[in-house]
Nanobody, 120 residues
Framework: QVQLVESGGGLVQAGGSLRLSCAAS????????ASWYRQAPGKERELVAA???????VYASSMKGRSTISRDNDKNTLYLQMNSLKLEDTAMYYC??????????????WGQGTQVTVSS
């Protein structure tokens, strides 16, 4: 069982930045792909960004150029740096790890989420 604990969310003004972190338990983090998802009220959960075990990344078009996903395997931690935040980025952000090393692998574990609220 892998536990994922997100942190770093909060209230930020439009145009500001936040860095989300996700601490993973267990020793398999480094060999699995990992992702950030978000879910706004009344909307479906959507992919924000994903990173393979080898460091390849993919981004949702809405976040491309404004966010950077990264991982520190020594610390078993996943990060999401978000810049130029918009009101529509307000959502609960979840980290997840996949069943395999490819970011196309199915999700295996979810974190509990961290709230990001962008104000005008």
């Amino acid at each position: 069982q892998v536990q994922l604990v997100e942190s770093g969310g909060g209230l930020v003004q439009a145009g500001g930045s936040l860095r989300l972190s996700c601490a993973a338990s267990g020793s398999i983090f480094s060999i699995k792909a990992a992702s950030w998802y978000r879910q706004a009220p009344g909307k479906e959960r959507e992919l924000v960004a994903a990173i393979s075990s080898g460091g390849s990344t993919v981004y949702a078009s809405s976040m491309k150029g404004r966010s950077t996903i990264s991982r520190d395997n020594d610390k078993n931690t996943l990060y999401l740096q978000m810049n130029s935040l918009k009101l529509e980025d307000t959502a609960m952000y979840y980290c997840a790890t996949q069943t395999g090393g490819s970011y196309n692998s199915p999700i295996r574990y979810w974190g509990q989420g961290t709230q990001v609220t962008v104000s005008s």
